[in-house]
């Protein structure tokens, strides 16, 4: 995989440096809607396309300088990138007894985070793990299948249909809010995590995704999330996502459970037999 | 729902289940005739608004016909409509799971799903066919080459001595919660699929283990050789009203798949796909198995799409695999009971 985003990453960089130019111009995207997206038969921005985040927020969603990975023998090739935090003032209003629960998963990440055993990585984590999304597009569905563990999602847009059951990828439904796409996520169980930080929620989690063309290759994604039983308010992460522009580009597998066995059911394989 | 089964109060459940998941069909409405027979009526596929034909929507392909016809009915290929209602029958009664007629504890176990987590279908296909295969007439997976006699051989050898959850890779892809492989096949519940239509684009959302099926249809040539995936590589492209699918690029792995589509075939599958909408609530599906280094002959298995309402559930294999924690422990618990018995017990 490592390879694969290195091999994509002029790409990306091009599509990054006009998405730039373009939130430059139009620091809040929301007021100012000069671009004006391609549209799909039904009249809609047309968000069809493979997608990627690129940016450091599934290390860590606040601001963090560059640190030493978790395994000595790899040295510079796996360590922690710095990057500037996604999150809206940086701050993550935590009530006091979740403060503890955040610094137990940082210090336990390797044991504890969820994207370690290949579990479904949540909302809106799976949208900017560092690999790409599709966005299949219609009236009725929108589907995004992400390439992390072949997860995926179903937005039912304009449905009052309630989620029949708690889900690792949340119940989506979403409106058209001008050339904005509205999801309304909710109905989470509490296993997923925003980041490899160690930041959380509970089930009570309540995500509004809104996604925004700004330029023929890159959304503006903006996330509100709210948590009445971990956060004190509902707080914002923002980013741009950008179109993979490959000629060739297509998801690919990366279905991790096999690389996930051995740390999990490792010590329960027979003595003997190898 | 004149079966007996249905009438009992503990079927009250799958009542309700059925009801809400089984295929919305308007009383009356005469099942078309599959395979052979083009619909007559006039109804017209109805198209996107880039004129492909629509498959959009949700689907189920439950069904309670078997893959192979089984032994006893050979040569027999179509029921007669009492037959079919008779098999039907004997199927659904044979398959209840919240029967407790037989209570020692084993059969109690064997029926720890009852069925209130079943959600096969209650009929077999409309063709009324015995079997899924359609091609060879017998309806069986036609024989394997010698290659392939030769390589199950040299695979059970290297199994030998090995038990069976020595580790998690003696137990199948779906235990794994790998992959149910695709096309997936009916199964006992989770049989649903979600197809969309972009532009150059079809997906596939497979419930069972929410594993999607991309599908580009603007001619591109497949991935190389050097990537191998469970699902394939598949490219697609449209026959008059018919999506023809074509996979490769296999991982060998999808041989000692239990569920899987294609009955032992590997790396070199090369499966073909055919999706024909005939009316509005049925996509007659049909597909091709042909690996030559496995089978001494391609074969072909059609089984309706019939729509559902939905919605789509999240299923969450992995996340939930207690069973392979208590798989092997159990294992390496019944291997400690042993080792002690063999100590303490021939004194």
């Given at each position: 995989?490592?390879?694969?985003?290195?091999?994509?990453?002029f790409?990306?960089?091009?599509?990054a440096?006009?998405?730039?130019?373009?939130?430059?111009?139009?620091?809040?995207?929301?007021q100012?809607?000069?671009?004006?997206?391609?549209?799909?038969?039904?009249?809609?921005?047309?968000?069809?396309?493979?997608?990627?985040?690129?940016?450091?927020?599934?290390?860590?969603?606040?601001?963090?300088?560059a640190?030493?990975g978790?395994?000595v023998?790899?040295?510079?090739?796996?360590?922690?990138?710095?990057?500037?935090?996604?999150?809206?003032?940086?701050?993550?209003?935590?009530?006091p007894?979740?403060?503890?629960?955040?610094?137990?998963?940082?210090?336990h990440?390797?044991?504890?985070?969820?994207e370690?055993?290949?579990?479904?990585?949540?909302?809106?984590?799976?949208?900017?793990m560092?690999?790409?999304?599709?966005?299949?597009?219609?009236?009725?569905?929108?589907?995004?299948?992400?390439?992390?563990?072949?997860a995926s999602?179903?937005?039912?847009?304009?449905?009052?249909?309630?989620?029949?059951?708690?889900?690792?990828?949340?119940w989506?439904?979403?409106?058209?809010?001008?050339?904005?796409?509205?999801?309304?996520?909710?109905?989470?169980?509490?296993?997923?995590?925003?980041?490899?930080?160690?930041?959380?929620?509970?089930?009570?989690?309540?995500?509004?995704?809104?996604?925004?063309?700004?330029?023929?290759?890159?959304?503006?994604?903006?996330?509100?999330?709210?948590?009445?039983?971990?956060?004190?308010?509902?707080?914002?992460?923002?980013?741009?996502?950008?179109?993979?522009?490959?000629?060739n580009?297509?998801?690919?597998?990366?279905?991790?459970?096999?690389?996930?066995?051995?740390?999990?059911?490792?010590?329960?394989?027979?003595?003997?037999?190898k | 729902?004149?079966?007996?089964f249905?009438?009992?109060?503990s079927?009250?459940?799958?009542?309700?289940a059925?009801?809400?998941l089984?295929?919305v069909?308007?009383?009356g409405?005469?099942?078309?005739?599959?395979?052979?027979?083009?619909?007559?009526?006039?109804?017209?596929?109805?198209?996107?608004?880039?004129?492909?034909?629509?498959?959009?929507?949700?689907?189920?392909?439950g069904?309670?016909?078997p893959?192979?016809?089984?032994?006893?009915?050979?040569?027999?290929?179509?029921?007669?409509?009492?037959?079919?209602?008779?098999y039907?029958?004997?199927?659904?009664?044979?398959?209840?799971?919240d029967?407790?007629?037989?209570?020692?504890?084993?059969?109690?176990?064997?029926?720890?799903?009852?069925?209130?987590?079943?959600?096969?279908?209650?009929?077999?296909?409309p063709?009324?066919?015995?079997?899924?295969?359609v091609?060879?007439?017998?309806?069986?997976?036609?024989?394997?080459?010698?290659?392939?006699?030769k390589?199950?051989?040299?695979?059970?050898?290297?199994?030998?001595?090995?038990?069976?959850?020595?580790?998690?890779?003696?137990?199948n892809?779906?235990?794994?919660?790998?992959?149910?492989?695709?096309?997936?096949?009916?199964?006992?519940?989770?049989?649903?699929?979600?197809?969309?239509?972009?532009?150059?684009?079809?997906?596939?959302?497979?419930?069972?283990?929410?594993?999607?099926?991309?599908?580009?249809?603007?001619g591109?040539?497949?991935?190389?050789?050097?990537?191998?995936?469970?699902?394939?590589?598949?490219?697609g492209?449209?026959?008059?009203?018919?999506?023809?699918?074509?996979?490769?690029?296999f991982?060998?792995?999808?041989?000692?798949?239990?569920?899987?589509?294609?009955?032992?075939?590997?790396?070199?599958?090369?499966?073909?796909?055919?999706?024909?909408?005939v009316?509005?609530?049925?996509?007659?599906?049909?597909?091709?198995?042909?690996d030559?280094?496995?089978?001494?002959?391609?074969?072909?298995?059609?089984?309706?799409?019939?729509?559902?309402?939905?919605?789509?559930?999240e299923?969450?294999?992995?996340?939930?695999?207690y069973?392979?924690?208590?798989?092997?422990?159990?294992?390496?618990?019944?291997?400690?009971?042993?080792e002690?018995?063999?100590?303490?017990?021939?004194?």
């Amino acid at each position: 995989m490592q390879n694969c985003l290195r091999g994509t990453t002029f790409v990306v960089a091009k599509a990054a440096l006009v998405a730039a130019l373009w939130l430059g111009v139009m620091p809040t995207v929301g007021q100012a809607q000069a671009y004006k997206a391609p549209r799909t038969a039904d009249g809609k921005p047309d968000l069809n396309g493979i997608w990627e985040a690129l940016n450091t927020a599934n290390w860590d969603i606040q601001d963090h300088a560059a640190r030493m990975g978790p395994m000595v023998a790899l040295g510079a090739a796996f360590s922690v990138p710095a990057g500037l935090g996604v999150v809206e003032g940086n701050e993550i209003p935590y009530l006091p007894a979740a403060v503890a629960k955040k610094k137990e998963n940082s210090e336990h990440w390797l044991t504890a985070d969820p994207e370690i055993k290949c579990y479904l990585p949540g909302v809106p984590r799976a949208t900017y793990m560092p690999y790409p999304f599709q966005i299949f597009q219609t009236p009725q569905y929108i589907l995004m299948a992400y390439e992390f563990a072949g997860a995926s999602r179903t937005i039912y847009m304009n449905s009052n249909q309630k989620s029949p059951n708690d889900t690792w990828m949340g119940w989506s439904v979403g409106h058209w809010d001008g050339d904005t796409l509205v999801v309304d996520v909710t109905s989470f169980n509490d296993q997923t995590w925003f980041d490899r930080a160690g930041n959380f929620h509970s089930d009570a989690l309540h995500v509004v995704e809104r996604y925004t063309p700004i330029s023929p290759d890159a959304l503006d994604y903006e996330v509100t999330i709210e948590d009445q039983k971990v956060f004190s308010r509902p707080w914002k992460m923002r980013m741009p996502l950008y179109r993979r522009l490959e000629k060739n580009a297509q998801l690919l597998e990366y279905k991790c459970v096999e690389f996930a066995e051995e740390l999990m059911y490792g010590p329960l394989r027979k003595q003997s037999s190898k | 729902m004149s079966h007996r089964f249905l009438a009992s109060m503990s079927a009250l459940p799958v009542v309700i289940a059925i009801a809400l998941l089984a295929p919305v069909r308007a009383a009356g409405q005469v099942q078309s005739a599959a395979e052979a027979t083009p619909t007559v009526k006039t109804w017209t596929v109805p198209r996107t608004p880039d004129g492909q034909p629509d498959l959009q929507g949700i689907w189920s392909n439950g069904t309670l016909t078997p893959l192979e016809r089984p032994r006893e009915l050979a040569g027999k290929q179509f029921f007669t409509e009492q037959e079919a209602a008779e098999y039907e029958k004997r199927v659904l009664e044979h398959n209840n799971a919240d029967r407790r007629d037989n209570q020692d504890a084993e059969a109690d176990v064997a029926l720890a799903y009852n069925n209130f987590w079943y959600d096969r279908g209650t009929k077999i296909v409309p063709t009324r066919r015995t079997s899924l295969i359609v091609d060879p007439p017998d309806g069986r997976i036609p024989p394997l080459t010698p290659e392939a006699h030769k390589r199950e051989a040299a695979r059970a050898e290297a199994r030998h001595g090995r038990g069976a959850a020595d580790s998690w890779e003696d137990r199948n892809l779906g235990e794994r919660c790998l992959t149910r492989g695709a096309p997936k096949l009916p199964g006992g519940y989770n049989n649903n699929f979600l197809i969309l239509q972009g532009p150059g684009y079809v997906a596939i959302l497979q419930e069972m283990i929410h594993e999607v099926r991309v599908i580009p249809l603007d001619g591109r040539p497949h991935v190389s050789q050097n990537i191998r995936q469970w699902l394939g590589d598949s490219r697609g492209h449209w026959e008059g009203n018919t999506l023809v699918v074509d996979t490769t690029d296999f991982r060998d792995e999808i041989r000692s798949n239990a569920f899987n589509c294609c009955g032992g075939a590997g790396a070199n599958l090369h499966l073909v796909e055919r999706f024909t909408r005939v009316d509005n609530d049925t996509i007659n599906y049909q597909y091709t198995v042909d690996d030559p280094t496995t089978f001494t002959r391609p074969w072909t298995v059609a089984v309706p799409l019939t729509k559902t309402p939905g919605p789509i559930y999240e299923y969450a294999c992995h996340e939930g695999n207690y069973g392979m924690v208590g798989i092997l422990s159990g294992a390496r618990a019944e291997e400690k009971a042993a080792e002690e018995a063999a100590k303490t017990g021939p004194r």
